[in-house]
């Protein structure tokens, strides 16, 4: 079956960068895109990137300057970098599937990012 | 981008009532890319209804979606205890793909 497994260091402290991993099962990275979204404690979705199947990727364009998204196919893994981390990027970091008509069909568990010194 | 608003915020219904939600986009929306999604207190959000009108796998049938253009909602024919999440609509018509700031529906 599909599944979606993000990890990542859990806890960074201010101005320093991270890099969070989605393992993905059951579909190939190569017909499907991959997208993050995050959520902040008690607060709405926002989404922050997708990778295409074909590797090209669209940002956020408020974000754009301290995100990268990358993905190796071979080992199911997508991977989002994000550096300047501040207090306001603490947050549960999503990994979702794109479906057919541009929803989101299978979330990730989340990985929960706090920023803290 | 195009800014989803969903009304009411927060909203309770008792056992059975019926309940409906509503999002309403900046711009027109094409309906093929309008979602929902719920959410429960420690879970990732769910797929729910796809493409304003569609109930995703497992779904009951006591929810609907409809709507057009700027304006989409969400009904509940009869509300039960475990409807009790909030709703985030979303739309993908036109990049960046943004989400409303949801519906908590409470049990009353």
């Known amino acids: 079956q599909v599944q979606l497994k993000e990890s990542g260091p859990g806890l960074v402290a201010p101005s320093q960068s991270l890099s969070i991993t989605c393992t993905v099962s059951?579909?190939?990275?190569?017909?499907?895109?991959v997208h993050w979204v995050r959520q902040p404690p008690g607060k709405g979705l926002e989404w922050l990137v997708v990778?295409?199947?074909?590797?090209?990727?669209t940002y956020n364009s408020a974000l754009k300057s301290r995100l990268s998204i990358s993905k190796d196919n071979s080992k199911s893994q997508v991977f989002l970098k994000m550096n300047s981390l501040q207090t306001d990027d603490t947050a549960m970091y999503y990994c979702?599937?794109?479906?057919?008509?541009?929803?989101?069909?299978?979330w990730g568990q989340g990985t929960t990012l706090t920023v803290s010194s | 981008q195009i800014v989803l608003t969903q009304s009411p915020a927060i909203m309770s219904a008792s056992l059975g009532e019926r309940v409906t939600m509503t999002c309403t986009a900046s711009s027109s929306v094409s309906s093929s890319y309008l979602h929902w999604y719920q959410q429960k207190p420690g879970s990732s959000p769910k797929l729910w209804i796809y493409?304003?009108?569609n109930l995703a796998s497992g779904v009951p049938a006591r929810f609907s979606g409809s709507g057009s253009g700027t304006s989409y909602s969400l009904t509940i024919s009869s509300m039960e205890a475990e409807d009790a999440a909030t709703y985030y609509c979303h739309q993908y018509h036109r990049s960046p793909p943004t989400f409303g700031a949801g519906t908590k529906l409470e049990l009353k």
């Open positions: 979702a599937r794109q479906g057919d008509l541009y929803y989101f069909d299978y």
């Open positions: 493409s304003t009108s």
């Open positions: 990778i295409w199947s074909d590797g090209s990727t």
């Open positions: 059951g579909f190939s990275l190569t017909s499907y895109g």
